[in-house]
């Protein structure tokens, strides 16, 4: 069966700090992935998509980054982090046929000081 | 563009209970896929139900069934004999089938279960 893994559960990060936030998905090959950021009491925005290795597309201008060094991992990443990035950070994976679902993983809460 | 919208931030309802959250969606297509994921105090996101737009027949899985109307572009969620472990956001959402890499979400909804 399929699983994704996603971490840190939590993370608090000084402002203009660094981020890295990885995600791994096992049993299954060519994914689409994506990352998705939650503020609180609101909905799941998407924040970028990749359909293969190395392809990224991104949903919104903003100051972060994603990657896809490998087919089943997915990093969102940040040179500088800034207050508006607090949030919870979701990634999710599905198969590439519109009637698939996309599956969650855990999220990661971040919180800039 | 296409959204979603869920106007009941918050609903609660008794144990055993029957609930209904509401979802409407805008879109200019006619094959597409939606959704209502749970999201309980965890943060996990857990796909709830599914329904395609070509399916005249609702969707239903144990407990929750939907009320698809196409026309109206309405999609909502029933939960019969609600139970405490029911409590959490549940999210609407939306994929096109053509454009399958984005899921457009709605702002949710706060199902609060009394005992």
């Known amino acids: 069966s399929q699983t994704i893994h996603q971490w840190p559960a939590t993370l608090v990060q000084p402002v203009g700090s660094p981020l890295s936030l990885e995600c791994t998905v096992e049993?299954?090959?060519?994914?689409?992935l994506y990352w998705y950021r939650q503020a609180a009491g609101r909905g799941l925005q998407l924040l970028f998509y990749s359909v293969g290795i190395g392809q990224i597309s991104s949903e919104v201008p903003q100051n972060l980054s994603a990657s896809r060094p490998q087919d089943r991992q997915f990093i969102l990443s940040s040179k500088k982090l800034l207050l508006s990035d607090s949030g919870f950070y979701l990634c999710?994976?599905?198969?590439?046929?519109?009637?698939?679902?996309?599956?969650f993983g855990d999220g990661t809460r971040l919180s800039i000081l | 563009a296409q959204t979603v919208t869920q106007s009941q931030p918050e609903m609660s309802v008794q144990e055993a209970e029957t609930v209904t959250l509401s979802c409407t969606y805008d879109?200019?297509?006619?094959?597409?896929?939606l959704f209502w994921y749970k999201q309980p105090p965890s943060r996990q996101m857990i796909l709830v139900i599914r329904q395609e737009a070509y399916k005249q027949q609702n969707a239903t899985e144990n407990r929750f069934s939907v009320n698809f109307q196409k026309a109206a572009k309405s999609f909502s969620l029933k939960i019969s004999d609600s139970q405490l472990g029911d409590a959490a956001m549940y999210f609407c959402a939306y994929r096109s089938a053509r454009h399958t890499d984005k899921l457009i979400f709605g702002t949710g909804t706060r199902l609060q279960v009394f005992p």
């Open positions: 999710a994976w599905s198969k590439l046929d519109s009637n698939q679902p996309q599956h």
């Open positions: 049993g299954t090959s060519n994914p689409n």
């Open positions: 879109t200019s297509e006619s094959d597409y896929y």
